[in-house]
């Protein structure tokens, strides 16, 4: 297992990426996180069996752009839309519906590193915090590592994150607009009512 800082990271993420089955542990603004290609399904795997995730929950996508979800997905609800140009990048995550009579859940994180790998790399990342499954979030790399069942291919170390930090804001955004919080975080619905008003 490598072990880099953000400064001499990004090309070694980079790298890895573009290899089938590669697990990171990243920084992010609220916790820190497993990420792989959203599109490798050996890499997701692995993420499931080093946080004995169930297999019905499903990954969370970090986005460098509100246009790569309309690529994926087709069309994003006007309050989804709306959430996504005030919060984002931020600690939101956003549930929409995915065309398929299922959903798609999103995230544009708010940190320096993940937002230059997510521009560089162009592409989704699958992500999940970086614990055992029903555990707390991991506030530093130490912590992450100690916490997961298997290395992953490469820590970035951006520090410790500061111990208020709170997971992601989740919102289910329906078709028709009408939402709701499936998860509190830092952005509360009073703040969400406020900028849809």
């Not at 600690?91 to 065309?99: A, E, H, N, Q, S």
């Not at 975080?185 to 009073?190: I, N």
Request: proline share 7%.
């Amino acid at each position: 297992m490598l072990q880099l800082t953000e400064e001499q990271a990004l090309a070694p993420a980079l790298d890895l990426l573009s290899k089938s089955g590669t697990v990171l542990l990243a920084p992010t603004e609220t916790v820190y996180g497993l990420i792989c290609a959203a599109d490798d399904d050996a890499a997701r795997e692995r993420i499931y069996q080093l946080k004995h995730r169930p297999q019905n929950k499903m990954l969370a996508n970090f986005v460098p752009s509100l246009d790569t979800v309309r690529q994926t997905v087709g069309s994003v609800p006007e309050v989804a839309e709306k959430i996504a140009e005030y919060f984002c990048p931020g600690p939101v995550t956003l549930v929409i519906p995915d065309g398929n009579g299922s959903t798609y859940g999103f995230r544009i994180p708010d940190h320096p590193f993940m937002l230059a790998l997510l521009r560089a790399y162009g592409k989704t990342l699958a992500s999940t915090s970086a614990n055992l499954s029903g555990e707390p979030a991991a506030l530093s790399v130490p912590e992450a590592l100690r916490s997961l069942d298997g290395e992953v291919d490469l820590a970035i170390d951006g520090g410790t994150i500061p111990a208020d930090s709170l997971a992601s804001t989740v919102i289910l955004v329906n078709a028709d607009n009408s939402w709701k919080i499936l998860r509190q975080g830092p952005v509360t619905e009073k703040m969400i009512t406020s900028i849809l008003e």
